[in-house]
């Protein structure tokens, strides 16, 4: 494809410090982001993306999605502001009040403010705590985040019909500090911004809010350097190089051991806001970063964890961290790690929906249980990921616990729940919560459209008709958002999904295969070639592309199990006792291996590895109904 370079208007300067974006007026509404950039310190031109060479239909090139101030960028920067997306003609009619943050963005719309200090009540001194004003002086830690959140957390938007709400995920869902986009200590990675890791800290558990440390309306700190620190942490303590260990220079400096800093958008330096002490000992065993290394790059993580536990003593004292690291890798001992944090009455609540986060993948009946135990849980964002969990395991596990919550006091909790009930048939849903799924359903489809403006939106809209069986709404969706970004590859393995169901083998194939060109590594590629293969009864071709999914390491257990059982049909009985344990050493917590590898050693007659891995198989699943014929006739 011919590309042509041509001029363009710059409608709008975007930002005021430390940098300067432009705003370049396409049609539809739409507003463009440049990547050239203006260093307002520097006072000089710079490229966000310096180095990288970015194609023209590239979801990140300055004229597609990811650079579109509609989408990216402006609910944060103007006051009152309104996407106005129509999905439907992919165009915007964007407003605001006005232009940038005024005073309106924080403390709310102040007409019923003006007209009440106007007005006789207030002159009667007939006073109204706040004035009819959001964030008064005297405001409590939980409204000051709940005003700042929106735009210093990483987030998506619930709809533009805001709810009067105290709980953050009625009109906005947080990210948590899964290997996603943190580290698996929770320390941040990506463009994070400041919210989920304020929760994560102590200083958030004590109480201490914004205003304590930054002035509002500048967001500078109040005092330079440490003196912000020591107005509550003691100076004779911690302000010292008994302490610091450092005589001078940067190491006695609190926000460089406890705030790490990290560049974003070329110049703008954001510290994390965790607070948290480091660990160099977790660094050396599982590479989590750690703020020592930051200045002394040329000692190993070991020698840096050797000289604090010279420093300060044996042990560092336990951190969520300590569990949270080891209970992200998802392996035969990750489960109980998760657990104790959920039944750890210290850990934030933030932490316990992170941990409920990672259980969802580790498909056991003691996983099940600890979930269904926590839809109970007074922490909304913790039920809310409850749910998204949920969707893991057979809804004849969760249909009795879940439907409740379709009446959910929090908005997107009820919206995860009727995620769950859409893939349920509507004569098994109980009448008493038919009313409320209907409900939960339509806020669940505005959501859903209000995000259709990303690429990712169009692809959780088509998942949406996907598990309504509604073929053709999914493809339609599907390639909507592969429009917006064509390397995608989820939506590519969905699509062919639908194919699939709807007969179409011959295209189901055809997007399997762009997928594996936009991305011949990915092992679920392969995956799911092998099972479209082996339907299509070309059992050959199957077992190729099953063991190019192994090739590739994939950690996905249904593969070993899938190509194990196919060889074992086979006769290969031996191919496939490898192939499962080989599995089995990658995912040591799936039962379904087990499973597998038991018919294997029935095929092979080797009773007494029969018995050995069914054992392992009752002690992963006791309780799973599924296997509770098998275990009595193998007499466990």
Same mark, same amino acid.
């Given at each position: ?65 990811? !650079? ?65 004003? $959001? ?166 993580? $070991? ?265 074992? !049909? $086979? ?66």
């Amino acid at each position: 494809m011919m590309v042509k370079n041509r001029d363009f208007e710059v409608k709008y300067i975007f930002g005021y410090k430390p940098l300067q974006q432009y705003l370049v007026q396409f049609p539809g509404g739409k507003l463009q982001v440049p990547r050239l950039s203006w260093d307002v310190d520097k006072k000089k031109w710079f490229n966000q993306y310096a180095g990288q060479k970015i194609a023209s239909h590239d979801w990140l090139h300055w004229t597609e999605n990811s !650079q579109n101030w509609n989408t990216m960028c402006s609910s944060c920067h103007s006051t009152n502001l309104h996407k106005n997306y129509d999905y439907k003609t992919d165009t915007y009619k964007t407003s605001y009040s006005i232009i940038n943050v005024s005073c309106e963005s924080c403390h709310g719309p102040a007409k019923q403010h003006i007209d009440y200090v106007s007005g006789s009540s207030y002159s009667s001194k007939n006073k109204v705590v706040g004035s009819y004003l $959001k964030l008064g002086k005297k405001t409590g830690q939980l409204e000051q985040i709940l005003a700042c959140a929106p735009c210093h957390a990483r987030s998506s938007i619930i709809s533009e019909a805001q709810i009067e709400s105290t709980d953050i995920i009625d009109n906005y869902i947080p990210q948590i500090p899964s290997t996603e986009f943190f580290y698996a200590d929770g320390q941040v990675k990506e463009e994070d911004y400041i919210y989920t890791s304020f929760l994560q800290s102590k200083m958030f558990s004590n109480g201490v809010k914004c205003s304590d440390c930054h002035n509002v309306h500048s967001t500078k700190l109040k005092r330079q350097g440490n003196q912000t620190c020591i107005e509550c942490h003691s100076p004779k303590k911690y302000d010292t190089s008994t302490h610091t260990f450092h005589a001078s220079g940067k190491g006695t400096e609190c926000v460089n051991c406890h705030m790490p800093g990290k560049l974003y958008m070329g110049n703008d330096l954001r510290h994390d806001h965790s607070f948290r002490v480091p660990r160099p000992d977790l660094s050396a065993t599982y590479g989590t970063p750690n703020a020592c290394s930051n200045c002394h790059a040329d000692k190993s993580n $070991k020698v840096l964890a050797a000289t604090i536990e010279k420093w300060y003593g044996s042990k560092p004292k336990y951190h969520f961290s300590d569990d949270l690291v080891p209970g992200s890798k998802l392996d035969e001992s990750s489960e109980a790690h998760l657990r104790k944090l959920i039944n750890n009455k210290t850990a934030p609540n933030i932490i316990k929906a992170t941990a409920v986060f990672y259980l969802g993948s580790i498909q056991t009946q003691t996983s099940l249980n600890t979930l269904l135990r926590c839809i109970q849980s007074e922490d909304s964002q913790i039920r809310y990921r409850v749910l998204r969990s949920l969707a893991n395991f057979p809804s004849s596990n969760w249909i009795e616990a879940v439907g409740p919550l379709l009446s959910d006091k929090v908005r997107a909790v009820r919206i995860a729940a009727a995620d769950l009930y859409i893939t349920i048939p509507r004569e098994q849903i109980s009448s008493q919560y038919s009313d409320a799924f209907s409900s939960a359903q339509k806020e669940l489809k505005d959501l859903l459209e209000y995000q259709t403006d990303f690429a990712v939106g169009n692809v959780m809209m088509a998942d949406y008709y996907l598990k309504l069986k509604d073929y053709d709404n999914a493809e339609k969706f599907y390639w909507r958002g592969l429009k917006k970004d064509s390397q995608t590859n989820y939506a590519l393995l969905n699509l062919s999904v639908v194919y699939n169901m709807q007969g179409k083998n011959d295209k189901s194939l055809e997007v399997l295969e762009k997928a594996k060109k936009n991305d011949p590594k990915n092992d679920r590629i392969y995956y799911n070639l092998g099972l479209l293969y082996n339907e299509m009864n070309n059992k050959a071709e199957a077992e190729k592309q099953f063991a190019k999914a192994v090739e590739l390491k994939s950690n996905n257990p249904r593969v070993y199990y899938n190509y194990g059982l196919m060889l074992n !049909q $086979k006769g290969k009985s031996k191919e496939a006792e490898n192939i499962l344990k080989k599995g089995i050493a990658i995912s040591p917590s799936a039962p379904e291996l087990y499973y597998a590898l038991t018919f294997v050693y029935l095929k092979m007659e080797n009773q007494g590895k029969v018995l050995e891995t069914a054992t392992k198989l009752k002690q992963l699943d006791p309780d799973n109904p599924e296997y509770q014929d098998f275990f009595r006739r193998l007499g466990l």
